[in-house]
């Protein structure tokens, strides 16, 4: 991928994660902050694209999130930002994960059958989007949200794409969801499947189903980044390629 590219999905990633969120311009960072929730994965800086921060910036932006009793933590591709990882790192930050970022672009989109046994449909009301979330977050190992999770403005609106996974009987077992189209990209994300029902081809036809909605409505960059296991050959079969690096660092809370 280009490396203009890779800049413009970098800041797609900081104007996306800038939305419903809190946010702080701290040097040549953006800090962004989701208030009433201090889950790690909901408050994290965004370098900016180029930048070379100083030992200094490192320091004030540790300083920032620990002022909220939150634990500092940055997301950014390595390619935009090439030398802000090692300064980070001697600034006390340490790698999480390093995650590829593939893309698939329109025309690239490989069909995946939908399971025997299975329905993908697009929650519309708040009670199927709860549905849905709940789904979710048990697939990732989260606590049982029940019927208190209210669903994004983007969800209820429609403008993020949202699709679950039914059994014959009804019971959610999974969904997804791609985010609003912006500047032609569109991310897939949230693919969880409950315990149970993995290894059936699920989650790929819940990509397929998602990438080919995104492309629909104008995605030309639409990407994903997988998790841990098998997610990244499962995407890959869907028709995604990879085409950068992802980081994830965070100052490991020390212990008394």
Not at 110 to 121: D, N
Not at 133 to 160: C, H, K, T, W, Y
């Amino acid at each position: 991928m280009h490396s203009e590219n890779i800049r413009a999905l970098q800041s797609y990633l900081r104007t996306t994660a800038a939305k419903f969120r809190e946010t702080e311009r701290i040097g040549p960072f953006l800090a962004t902050y989701t208030t009433g929730n201090d889950h790690m994965f909901l408050n994290y800086a965004i370098p900016d694209n180029g930048g070379t921060p100083t030992a200094q910036d490192v320091a004030k932006l540790t300083e920032a999130f620990r002022a909220r009793g939150l634990t500092p933590r940055l997301e950014f591709l390595t390619e935009a930002v090439p030398e802000a990882e090692a300064v980070l790192v001697e600034g006390g930050y340490t790698l999480e994960r390093r995650i590829p970022l593939m893309v698939c672009p329109p025309g690239q989109v490989v069909e995946q059958p939908i399971p025997a046994g299975a329905v993908l449909k697009t929650p519309v009301t708040p009670a199927e989007l709860r549905l849905m979330i709940r789904a979710q977050n048990l697939a990732f190992g989260e606590p049982d949200p029940g019927e208190q999770v209210e669903p994004s403005p983007a969800q209820l609106s429609g403008e993020m794409i949202s699709v679950m996974a039914l059994t014959e009987t009804g019971d959610c077992v999974g969904g997804g969801v791609a985010t609003a189209i912006l500047d032609g990209a569109s991310e897939i994300a949230g693919i969880g499947v409950l315990d149970g029902y993995r290894q059936r081809g699920i989650a790929a036809a819940i990509t397929e189903h998602l990438t080919r909605e995104a492309h629909a409505r104008g995605g030309d960059s639409v990407f994903l980044t997988p998790g841990a296991g098998q997610a990244e050959r499962v995407y890959g079969r869907v028709g995604f390629t990879t085409a950068a690096e992802c980081v994830h660092l965070s100052v490991v809370r020390e212990t008394v």
